[in-house]
């Protein structure tokens, strides 16, 4: 008998799986429901995943405009580069921009990108290691089995409000990482970047926040 993508077997469910504009809610994975993803943490990993992934496309962007080179009809030295080096190509070109603030500005981004961005990649592609009432943990490079990672782990607590602190970080990110793009691309000044740098405080101290709260639980467990 074909089941349902939830595992049931109810005709009903397995009909109404399948018809466009059914009023019954799509079926979730069993997954979901059992690592303790309401609507509300899922809303905000959706989120987050689409600030970030625009906040990477401007980063390559500002990139480019920061190299000064031609890209149209050739492969840049940032296809295919994941956002860890992005974020150290970008930080690359603090010591030679001429535009002032710019380069205080973009040292600032990488500083709360590389946090903020940590904790996405735990989410996007860690596994559920542990749920209850509030709390989902996502662990990345997690030991399976005992084998050997290249990368330390690490893990995300997500709640409804670390998440929301997560998603309002990222879009703060895009925000100025966009004007950085415009920044570079334009040659009149950039004017006063007091508010901007503001913004990004905030993003970095919520990275900080989150990363110290694994690191927190962590001690308390061992």
């Keep these: 008998m074909n089941e349902t993508p939830d595992g049931s077997n109810n005709p009903r469910l397995r009909r109404n799986a399948h018809m466009p504009g059914s009023s019954v809610p799509a079926i979730r994975h069993r997954l979901v429901t059992t690592a303790g993803l309401s609507d509300q943490k899922l809303a905000s990993i959706g989120a987050i995943a689409v600030l970030a992934s625009h906040?990477?496309?401007f980063a390559e962007r500002s990139i480019w405009a920061l190299d000064g080179v031609e890209v149209k009809g050739v492969r840049p030295r940032t296809d295919a580069r994941p956002i860890g080096e992005l974020i150290r190509m970008l930080r690359q070109h603090v010591p030679t921009v001429k535009k002032p603030g710019l380069a205080s500005l973009i040292q600032k981004w990488c500083d709360a990108a590389e946090l903020c961005f940590s904790c996405r990649n735990s989410i996007v592609h860690g596994t559920t290691a542990y749920m209850d009432d509030e709390w989902t943990i996502f662990g990345r490079n997690n030991p399976t089995e005992g084998v050997k990672r290249k990368k330390d782990p690490s893990d995300f607590r997500a709640s409804p409000h670390t998440l929301?602190?997560?998603?309002?970080?990222?879009?703060?990110?895009?925000?100025?990482?966009?004007?950085?793009?415009?920044a570079a691309t334009a040659l009149v000044p950039i004017?006063?970047?007091s508010e901007l740098m503001r913004l990004l405080g905030r993003a970095w101290s919520t990275g900080a926040e989150l990363d110290d709260l694994a690191a927190a639980v962590n001690h308390e467990k061992y």
């Design 55 to 57: 906040a990477e496309h």
């Design 164 to 182: 929301a602190m997560l998603e309002e970080a990222f879009g703060y990110l895009l925000n100025v990482i966009h004007f950085i793009w415009t």
């Design 191 to 193: 004017g006063d970047t």
